[in-house]
């Protein structure tokens, strides 16, 4: 039924048995709506909360108000031109997305990547992933009211999405990564500024820790807050550094190692708790890492192409064009047609920013997939919410929220 | 300026007269400028945009009213201490004593209250 | 009779716009301050410096539609500001701003009165704003508002104890209950170095009193998406808003009062006009701090608040007013 302007539907609490306790229907706790309007709630997420007075009795994730119809759009593409779509789902970490999808693709197809595309990847994922941490830290500080550090770390997150303008052309939906590759070799520039950048960030990563861990009131709102066992977190499938906050060793780049993950050196970081404070120590301690990984990648870039010379997956280089009349149709029938992966399926998973980020493709044979579907970590995540949230108050909500990491983007899809 | 203990409060009284004058413009005023557009939507209560389950003003639990009590209590033996601060100058010793036996009645109230849980806050 | 009320008026009305003013730049001190403070830039578009920013906002909020929420308490929802205001701007009546002096030939105090028992007045008149703040959240009936509201209350009276026996250490102090007079006593020495704790007890329970970071749950936008304030818009908003940065300055100048001497510092009995320059200065010093509080900290949880003031801030007030008084009654 469509709703007209000024028409208000109400609900009932008869409506919403199902969802909330004997007391509510009682009267004795009260029903509050944080989101989809609510400046705490990282996007448009709808949580219904019971509570009495400030104490958490429940809460129910209402999801699907950022709702884009990726996935079934990805049906009516060929395979190059769903990478923009990508993009889109967790738009914090598109190089992630790109990533995670275009190594279904080759997995589908059995494509080899020259290590020179691979080591690349590796650092703009990584950088991806700081870029991506540091939006988390600054909205997660800013949740608990400590805000300048957001605008601290947006500043630093400039550097990276600077750097993404410079490969791509983009600095948020970049697009980069190609089937078989990259979409062109990294211009002249670019290692100087990761250098630059590597040079710079560990000395503010220390000044974001010391500005928050030395703070009385933020271990007091951070410690033993939105607490979740080892065995309750891998029972609902949480994955990321929210599963590594209680202690858990579970990081795809180490238990499925992908894109030349194998050949760098970096720990995985682990919590005890499984706090909120835990959470956040992870990441920061994420954020080291993947400095580690940029390092050790960028000393040693190997030459070499940048895309494989599959033509099957590949347009012809530009230059072919003006000489070669194979080349030409080859180009328009690339771009018109696509490519044709074998009929079967595939599931192919990155660590992103958020955890286990997967995709599966399955494919009929033809130039557009059959069903894409998108394992997205903010998704299973989210369902652990309403454990870490019982009990507590309406406070530790906020962070607990913060410190899960949820892109709405990725959720809803 | 006239004498009398009284007068000196007259200032105050002209001093919530401008206030209230400031606030009545403030209050009035946009009655006469601003637009006034009511809908039913725009007049429900703000709930993160979602239309509010159930009205707010309901039962609040009983903590609250508890740690109310509690001040109440304290607050009152507080005030008790002003006219006493004035006079330990002159009445010395006997001041001291006075109240240290009143301060050791309010800490027994206070230990018991604590021993109690009034003070936690339950989670 | 009618030449005092004259006086009295004129200096309420002086003292008002004063604080009108003080409190539309001190909106635009907060937010270039803090934009100093993380890197931005902060209002500049309206006037040099942004300097004419407070008017724009003043104008836009005159032209807002003022509208009451369907299942609002109407006369509490528009008395509720009044009652937030209007204390506030009391607190103002005994602070002395400088020593007497002669301004056009007529000898006046630069205190609006000096009630024989100010030091109770202000305890009396800054509890009452909170009323206001509750009310104004019970009125709303919206969730969000209530909780603020609730909030109010009870972080009121988690501090308001501690408030009370640090100022009675005062009390015992200075031995008047009389603001000038308290003032006067610290002439030989600033307050906050005879009574550094109740110093430090009357700051953290001051910044709970107007409800500033990091206490300032009552409007917590990150939780409650604006507290007791949710629903208002237009000037109702504006005199929340208003009352709430008055506070800013009230607490200044108490602090000032009670613990730096007042209007007191060098040269002051030659140059009586040097004591509101001090007094200005002083205050203007602690609002900055209390900004750049606002800038760094995170915020306190409710409970920790209420932990805060009833087992750590109330006995150790408690100590130092029985310390003082001992001190005091040996001494005499």
Known sequence: ?413 | MPDGILLEYVPILTLILVGLGIGGVALIAPQLLAPKRPSRRKQLPYESGMIPIGPAQRRFPVKFYLIALLFILFDIEIIFFYPWALQVRSLKTLALVEMGLFVLILLIGYIYAWRKGAFEWER | MAPFLVEAAIKSLILVLLLLTGFAYLTLAERKLIADFQARIGPNRAGPYGLLQPLADAVKLFFKEDFIPEYADRVLFVLAPLITLIPTLLIFAVIPFGPELTLFGYRTRLQLTDVHVGVLYIVAVTSISVYGITLAGWASNNKYALLGGIRASAQMISYELAMGLAIVSVVLTTGTLQVSGIVEAQRNGWLIFLQPVAAVIFFITGLAEIKRAPFDLVEAEQELTAGYLTEYSSMKFALFFMSEYVKMIGFGALMTTFFLGGYLGPFVDLYPGLGVVYFTLKVGFLIFVLIWLRATLPRIRYDQLMSLGWKVLLPLSLANVMGTAVVVALTA
């Open chain 1, 1 to 413: 039924m469509a709703i007209r302007e000024g028409e208000v539907q109400e609900f009932t609490l008869e409506q919403l048995k199902h969802l909330v306790s004997e007391r509510a229907l009682r009267g004795e706790t009260v029903l509050l709506n944080v989101g989809p309007q609510h400046p705490s709630t990282h996007g448009v997420l709808r949580l219904l909360v019971e509570l009495d007075g400030e104490t958490i009795v429940s809460v129910v994730p209402d999801i699907g108000y950022l709702h884009t119809g990726i996935e079934k759009h990805c049906e009516s593409k060929t395979y190059t031109k769903i990478i923009p779509l990508t993009d889109r789902i967790d738009y914090l970490s598109p190089m992630s997305n790109n990533l995670a999808y275009v190594m279904a693709v080759e997995k589908l197809m059995g494509v080899e990547v020259p290590l020179r595309a691979q080591y690349i990847r590796v650092i703009l994922t990584e950088l991806q992933r700081i870029a991506s941490h540091l939006v988390w830290l600054g909205t997660h500080a800013l949740d608990i009211a400590a805000m300048s550090v957001f605008l601290y770390c947006f500043r630093e997150r400039e550097l990276i999405l600077d750097i993404f303008e410079m490969v791509s052309g983009q600095r948020m939906m970049v697009s980069y990564f190609r089937v078989g590759g990259l979409w062109r070799d990294v211009p002249e520039g670019f290692e100087e500024a990761v250098r630059a950048f590597l040079k710079l960030m560990p000395a503010r990563i220390n000044e974001y820790e010391r500005l928050l861990k030395r703070n009385p009131l933020w271990l007091q709102r951070t410690k033993g807050v939105g607490v979740i066992s080892p065995e309750d977190a891998i029972a609902w499938g949480v994955t990321g550094p929210s599963l590594r906050g209680s202690g858990v060793n579970y990081d795809v780049r180490k238990a499925q190692p992908y894109s030349s993950y194998d050949h760098f050196e970096f720990d995985v970081p682990l919590g005890e708790n499984g706090d909120v404070y835990d959470r956040f120590m992870v990441r920061i301690e994420e954020m080291r890492q993947s400095l580690r990984i940029i390092d050790q990648a960028l000393r040693r870039l190997p030459r070499g192409p940048y895309i494989t010379p599959d033509r099957k997956v590949t347009p012809p280089p530009k230059e072919e064009l003006a000489w070669s009349m194979e080349a030409l149709i080859h180009h328009f029938k690339f771009w018109t047609e696509g490519f044709s992966p074998p009929p079967g399926e595939v599931y192919h998973a990155v660590e992103s920013p958020r955890g286990e980020f997967g995709v599966y493709i399955n494919s009929d044979g033809s130039p557009r997939p059959r069903r894409v579907h998108f394992r997205a970590p903010s998704f299973v995540n989210l369902q652990a919410l309403p454990i870490m949230a019982k009990g507590g108050l309406v406070a530790d909500l906020v962070a607990i929220i913060g410190s899960i990491d949820i892109v709405l983007g990725e959720i809803d899809r």
